[in-house]
């Protein structure tokens, strides 16, 4: 429910991963565009949100402001038939969607992926309802790690700090990317090249913290020798407060996450 940019980004990737099989998988959106980009992946479409609804599973996937309304006109079969619910949706707690089902014990997870699921390179937090079963457990793990890495969380709260972190995060290093990218070009790169070059530097930096398990700061280090261009580039990111703009933004993410449920 919902085929937009996160929610085909996780169809799409679980179809890449053979985790879902294409024939099984049925989209319903109210955007005409979004249908036609769901049928030209060779999805079915649903004719109606009962015919969706009467799914095993169901993402729910649709901005925050659209829940209440598509939860009020799927309440009635949604708790007739009792699907698993995974919604990626930000910022609402189980017990909210809980509530807009009436209180009716569902067997919900609660998703925070993000948008690198289309290149299967995505880092998605969950948890869950006390409701769920072992097998929910298998389905959610294994669609989440066909599109990249999962991790379970056992207290929502930290939902809303992955939220801020890691859900908005690639909007953060493509701020960074694209002002990088911005210089070069001035500086007379070639525009293509500008952007390989900065994105394969944001992966290279990425990979070298993750598969070698160096620290940022140890990073750096190797980077930055004293006296040379680096340490001259970090001088003016620290003295116009670059840390702290990032750690004022990524608050404010994740004070945005919890105010929504509010
Ligand atoms: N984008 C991300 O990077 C990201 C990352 C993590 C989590 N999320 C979460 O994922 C959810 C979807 O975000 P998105 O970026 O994919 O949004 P999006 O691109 O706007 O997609 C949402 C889609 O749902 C459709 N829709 C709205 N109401 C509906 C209804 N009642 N029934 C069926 N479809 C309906 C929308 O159609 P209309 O345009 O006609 O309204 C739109 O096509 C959000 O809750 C967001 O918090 C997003």
Excluded: H, W
């Excluded at 919902?2 to 890449?16: D, N």
């Amino acid at each position: 429910m919902g085929f937009g940019k996160m929610g085909s980004s996780l169809i799409s990737g679980g179809i890449r991963s053979g985790v879902l099989k294409r024939d099984e998988v049925c989209i319903y959106d109210l955007d005409s565009e979004r249908v036609k980009f769901a049928e030209s992946e060779g999805l079915s479409i649903a004719k109606s949100l009962d015919d969706v609804v009467d799914s095993d599973s169901l993402i729910i996937a649709v901005k925050p402001k659209d829940l209440t309304d598509l939860l009020s006109s799927a309440k009635a079969s949604l708790i007739e038939r009792r699907p698993l619910l995974i919604s990626i949706v930000a910022g609402i707690r189980i017990e909210k969607l809980q509530s807009m089902l009436d209180d009716v014990q569902m067997r919900i997870v609660r998703v925070m992926p993000n948008i690198a699921a289309s290149v299967n390179e995505a880092i998605s937090a969950y948890c869950t309802s006390k409701s769920v079963r072992k097998e929910d457990l298998e389905f959610i793990n294994s669609l989440l790690c066909g599109v990249g890495k999962a991790v379970f969380v056992d207290n929502e709260d930290e939902l809303d700090i992955i939220t801020g972190v890691s859900g908005s995060g690639p909007a953060y290093f493509s701020l960074m990317m694209g002002a990088m990218e911005k210089v070069a070009i001035e500086r007379g790169i070639e525009r293509n090249l500008a952007r390989m070059m900065v994105a394969q530097t944001c992966r290279g930096a990425a990979t070298m913290i993750l598969e070698r398990g160096i620290s940022p700061e140890e990073l750096i280090r190797m980077v930055a020798s004293p006296g040379g261009t680096t340490e001259e580039a970090l001088k003016v990111m620290e003295e116009r407060k670059f840390s702290l703009i990032v750690s004022d933004a990524v608050s404010a993410a994740i004070e945005k996450s919890r105010r929504i449920n509010r």
